[in-house]
């Protein structure tokens, strides 16, 4: 903090030996110590309470932001929640749900695409004895 070596406390001492004098050096020496440990217990408990309203102001900013998060999540789940809430709604009313794209047209004639089921069997293999009835093949 100051820059003092033992060469200028050794003055300073000198030059308070001959003004103070010899009796009254002790008690001056010892006020000066006791004034010294208050200057710097006061500057600790400065530093100490600037530190925590530092690390106050980052919890609050952090505070702040992890509520603005949950916010935006709340309103984004609300929002999907009412979509499908509408949707069901919809679809338990009978009414046909809000489309993006225009349906396909589908003449009232015509029937659907017939679809084959999936064979539970497995698929024959073609094989060169396959002229052959089922019972003679080995």
Same mark, same amino acid.
């Given at each position: 903090?100051?820059?003092?070596?033992?060469s200028e406390?050794?003055?300073?001492?000198?030059?308070?030996?001959?003004?103070?004098?010899?009796?009254?050096l @002790?008690?001056?020496?010892?006020?000066?110590?006791?004034?010294?440990?208050?200057?710097?217990?006061?500057?600790?408990?400065?530093?100490?309470?600037?530190?925590?309203?530092?690390?106050l102001?980052?919890?609050?900013?952090?505070?702040? *932001?992890?509520?603005?998060?949950a916010?935006?999540? =709340? *309103? *984004?789940?609300?929002?999907?929640?009412?979509k499908?809430?509408?949707? #069901?709604?919809?679809?338990?009313?009978? =009414?046909?749900? =809000?489309?993006?794209?225009?349906?396909?047209?589908?003449?009232?004639?015509?029937? @659907?695409?017939?679809?084959n089921?999936?064979?539970?069997?497995?698929?024959? #293999?073609?094989?060169?004895?396959?002229? =052959? @009835?089922?019972e003679?093949?080995?």
């Open positions: 903090m100051f820059d003092i070596g033992f406390l050794v003055v300073i001492g000198v030059v308070a030996l001959i003004v103070i004098g010899p009796e009254r @002790p008690r001056v020496a010892r006020t000066i110590g006791i004034l010294a440990g208050r200057l710097q217990r006061y500057v600790a408990d400065v530093k100490a309470d600037i530190n925590r309203e530092v690390e102001d980052e919890l609050r900013k952090m505070r702040d *932001s992890v509520q603005q998060a916010t935006d999540i =709340k *309103s *984004s789940f609300d929002a999907e929640v009412s499908t809430e509408d949707g #069901l709604n919809r679809a338990i009313e009978g =009414k046909p749900e =809000k489309e993006t794209e225009p349906p396909e047209t589908i003449a009232p004639d015509a029937k @659907p695409p017939e679809t089921p999936p064979s539970t069997e497995p698929a024959a #293999l073609p094989s060169a004895d396959a002229s =052959k @009835p089922a003679t093949r080995t």
